[in-house]
DNA sequence: TTTTGTTGATTGACGAGTCAATAAAAATAC
DNA sequence: GTATTTTTATTGACTCGTCAATCAACAAAA
């Protein structure tokens, strides 16, 4: 039972953090959400904070099983960055929903730090990556480089919490292609 | 005395948002930081979100303050583009506390209309500064570049919740502004 | 019968918002 | 220039609700 009670209450985490756009999300609005009473959400997980952090190594684990699944089919250091920037605005992670965990995520990160270290390893993962992916096109300039495309991959992210449109994953891939290819020196 | 305390309440708010890192504090913590009872904060705004909401409005009307005044001394188009640059990342704009302030205004826009409102506002007169600055630059590719260099200003800005190490404006311009550079077509 | 799963009820703390009461200042009348 | 009324400033104490966390008790496997 335990591991189905954990998931199903990660899930739920996820899903009204979304919902309520807030981590101001009473540990019973999550067990109801999950079909248990709140008194089995603490004895699985401890209290509320833990809960937290797991559902955002759980975040990050689905985001980065995506990447590494996508970079796996890459052969070109090319279709590598496109793998990577693909893979974060997927339909599994551009939704209005999962953009407002990573959101909280952010806020929690200044005051845990577990999470300032989870989003750390992510922030990581996502620069040497890049670096790995460029450092065959632009030398030397990889790592500069891969800070400018990780922030615009992270600040357009970002941004679709705001208007009330649904997030377009089309758009957002086109532009930091459109970046990239700048870096690569291939447009003017 | 109700535009002093007022003034001082708003300050109070924004000390407390970036002291905790989260929108989590009382109206007696941000009354007591502004030397005064809670009582009175809940007679002069009514509200915590109503606090809240000034607090932002006051963000972002500082903010404007040093864009307009950094772009009144701007010649130039290029100047204009690192008088926007530079004014997001000055000192005034780029410490911890206001980032932790901007970061929470975010997540407070998915539920309040009128953060929402708030925050395209600003979204939308950094676009229309660098659509102005960029056109005659780049010409039609302006309003599509303008979205690229906004949303690295905000991925950047946003970043620097994370790990321990203070703020670097200089930093964050110099990749700002290379990233400028690509856009104009002037490195490779 | 021991371990695992499960909950309703309870506790204890905390916090937003209200209110009645008091003090001080400003306006008005005499 | 003083007496009065009205407005503004201010707070301590209180209410009411909410919520995290605990626990004792019960059910169901193992």
């Given at each position: 039972m335990e591991p189905i009670r954990r998931d199903a209450l990660l899930k739920a985490t996820i899903a009204e953090i979304g919902r309520t756009g807030t981590?101001?999300?009473?540990?019973?609005?999550?067990?109801k959400k999950a079909g248990m009473s709140s008194a089995l959400a603490h004895h699985y997980f401890g209290g509320k904070e833990q809960i937290f952090l797991a559902a955002m190594r759980h975040t990050l684990t689905v985001y980065g099983a995506e990447v590494r699944?996508?970079?796996?089919?890459?052969?070109?250091?090319?279709?590598?960055?496109?793998?990577?920037v693909c893979a974060g605005f997927s339909t599994t992670n551009f939704r209005k929903d999962v953009i407002a965990?990573?959101?909280n995520f952010y806020v929690l990160a200044?005051?845990?730090?577990?999470?300032?270290?989870?989003?750390?390893?992510?922030?990581?993962?996502?620069?040497?990556?890049?670096?790995?992916?460029?450092?065959?096109?632009?030398g030397d300039r990889a790592s500069d480089a891969a800070d400018r495309i990780g922030g615009l991959i992270d600040g357009i992210y970002i941004r679709q919490v705001?208007?009330?449109?649904?997030?377009?994953?089309?758009?957002?891939?086109?532009?930091?292609?459109?970046?990239?290819?700048?870096?690569?020196?291939?447009?003017?």
């Open positions: 981590m101001d999300v009473t540990v019973s609005q999550i067990a699944g996508a970079l796996a089919m890459a052969e070109t250091p090319r279709e590598r960055l496109k793998a990577i965990v990573w959101l200044q005051r845990s730090d577990e999470a300032n270290r989870l989003l750390l390893v992510y922030k990581g993962r996502l620069h040497s990556n890049l670096v790995h992916a460029l450092r065959p096109l632009v705001l208007g009330a449109t649904p997030p377009s994953g089309k758009d957002a891939v086109r532009q930091v292609l459109t970046a990239i290819e700048l870096e690569l020196g291939n447009i003017k």
